[in-house]
């Protein structure tokens, strides 16, 4: 089964930005909304951003104003972008598709913001 593969965590301080990417491959891409999730330590998984085929968006509360999600689905690419990091954004970060995860999941990128 497809498995996405994230890139771009790491290690930054609070209030620093992060670019977050995501490719998956098959042809389901362009056709589903995608979505950005997290899972920080002893939580579940839970989606922070949402982005439909023709671009529609959709974000939590705790990251809204904040984070921006964009794709190229010609590119089979999909990304987040971070800016103003806190703490509390430290999660291993992945992508599938939503509502359903349609991909089996991959391995995530871990964000971790410490000073």
């Known amino acids: 089964q497809v498995q996405p593969v994230e890139s771009g965590g790491g290690l930054v301080q609070p209030g620093g930005s992060l670019r977050l990417s995501c490719e998956a491959s098959g042809s389901i891409f362009s056709i589903y909304i995608m979505g950005w999730y997290r899972q920080a330590p002893g939580k579940q998984r839970e989606l922070v951003a949402r982005i439909g085929p023709g671009g529609s968006t959709n974000y939590v509360y705790p990251v809204k104003g904040r984070f921006t999600i964009s794709r190229d689905n010609a590119k089979k690419t999909v990304y987040l972008q971070m800016n103003s990091l806190k703490p509390e954004d430290t999660a291993v970060y992945y992508c599938?598709?939503?509502?359903?995860?349609?991909?089996?999941w991959g391995q995530g990128t871990q964000v971790t913001v410490s000073s």
């Open positions: 599938n598709t939503f509502p359903n995860s349609k991909y089996s």
